[in-house]
């Protein structure tokens, strides 16, 4: 604890709440329509805050502590899309929660086995980087384009981030986020109305296993979890030069999710937006401490999953401008730093600008995101240029 201690400075807490504040507040909604589109009570939605909030919390800091590097554990976004979308075709709560369980498990036997592992370690570190970048870059654009309906608030937190870069470059996020919420106050923009603050309790579903729920839920929710949450998770990880084995990273998602399945933890994998927020310098400079920023994020993650119905109000007392615009902010030299790994080797640089492009596009094919096609095409794009190429033919 000593030593966690003389580790941690406040640009890692600032960074770590920064990070549960974008991983909550983007796709909360999300959440909550997922679970509704169930038949989910008022109650047990609160539970499923308060499992993913836990899941979150103690996954990041048991994978950060046993590792010493910046692991950030969260919910799969695309995987709640998929939820509401297969709910719409008549599967009840307790089968979904039994697809959840499969989705967990398949999850832990690609970690125990090293399949998913194999598979990364064939990836060039520039089509990682490109991705990573079209990710991040994706969000960035959505932080810029918020400038149109808020424009004080938005050129407000530019100028800020600008000014801090030049006279305190450690701070200049926390010092964004402060501007942030003054101005959102003075504007009228936090919408406090609606607080509750209530205690959060899990609420027990028993699992039920149906075919229609198994094929229509369980295997796309694993499908799209691994391809656009898995994949571009390792690749943040990678990008910032952290070594970390893959497989138990897998294996823990997976067994975490089966753990908290039956009380609305629907499936855990590995963060790649957020990520970044605590595995870049503006986290702390020293990158063998910059775990210590995780270990707040788990701890922020623990604090909203207690609150759990308060958390909904909280979250949305802010302005999505305010969310947006300080997420992509603090992305700006993260996205540089993929953008210049990926095009510097020049065996690999149309393949990355490619996977860049099909990443940031937003394209989705067959309920699968961006991220994985993006890596698709640029995988497809480096067998077509390299396949039995002499070496005279390669550039």
Same mark, same amino acid.
């Given at each position: 604890m000593r030593q966690i201690a003389r580790d941690t400075s406040l640009t890692a807490i600032s960074s770590g709440f920064v990070a549960t504040l974008v991983g909550f507040t983007s796709t909360i909604a999300l959440i909550f329509h997922a679970a509704q589109s169930l038949g989910a009570t008022p109650a047990q939605v609160t539970s499923w805050v308060l499992a993913l909030g836990v899941g979150m919390g103690l996954g990041t800091l048991g994978l950060s502590l046993w590792a010493r590097a910046p692991i950030l554990i969260t919910w799969s976004t695309p995987g709640a899309a998929v939820i509401a979308s297969a709910a719409g075709g008549g599967v009840s709560l307790a089968e979904a929660?039994?697809?959840f369980v499969l989705c967990g498990a398949l999850m832990w036997l690609c970690g /125990?086995?090293?399949w998913f592992?194999? /598979?990364?370690n064939r990836i060039p570190v520039a089509l990682a980087a490109a991705l990573l970048a079209g990710i991040l870059a994706k969000f960035a654009l959505l932080a810029f384009a918020a400038a149109t309906p808020q424009p004080v608030l938005v050129v407000g937190m530019l100028l800020t981030y600008l000014l801090g870069k030049r006279l305190w470059p450690r701070y200049a996020i926390p010092g964004v986020l402060v501007v942030a919420v003054l101005l959102a106050t003075v504007q009228g923009q936090l919408h406090t109305a609606a607080l509750r603050w209530e205690p959060a309790l899990p609420v027990w579903v028993t699992p039920?296993?149906?075919w229609q729920a198994i094929l229509g839920m369980g295997l796309p929710l694993f499908i799209v979890t691994m391809a656009s949450q898995a994949v571009p998770g390792v690749s943040a990880i @990678?990008?910032?030069g952290y070594r970390t084995p893959v497989s138990p990273l897998m294996s823990w998602s997976g067994v975490i999710t089966v753990l908290l399945a039956p009380f609305g933890g629907y499936a855990f994998n590995l963060a790649a937006i957020t990520a970044t927020i605590v595995l870049q310098p503006h986290a702390h400079p020293d990158a063998h401490? @910059?775990?210590?920023a995780?270990?707040?994020a788990g701890l922020f993650y623990l604090v909203m999953a207690a609150l759990g119905g308060a958390v909904a109000g909280v979250l949305t007392a802010f302005p999505p401008a305010l969310i947006m615009g300080v997420a992509g902010l603090a992305l700006l030299g993260t996205i540089a730093n993929g953008l210049a790994a990926s095009l510097q080797d020049t065996r690999y640089r149309e393949a990355a600008v490619i996977t860049f492009l099909v990443t940031l596009s937003g394209v989705t094919l067959m309920g699968v995101g961006s991220a994985f096609w993006g890596l698709v095409a640029g995988v497809l794009t480096l067998f077509v240029e390299h396949f039995r190429a002499r070496p005279s033919d390669t550039p």
């Open positions: 929660t039994g697809a /125990v086995t090293g592992e194999r /598979v990364m039920q296993w149906s @990678r990008v910032f401490k @910059r775990y210590t995780a270990l707040m």
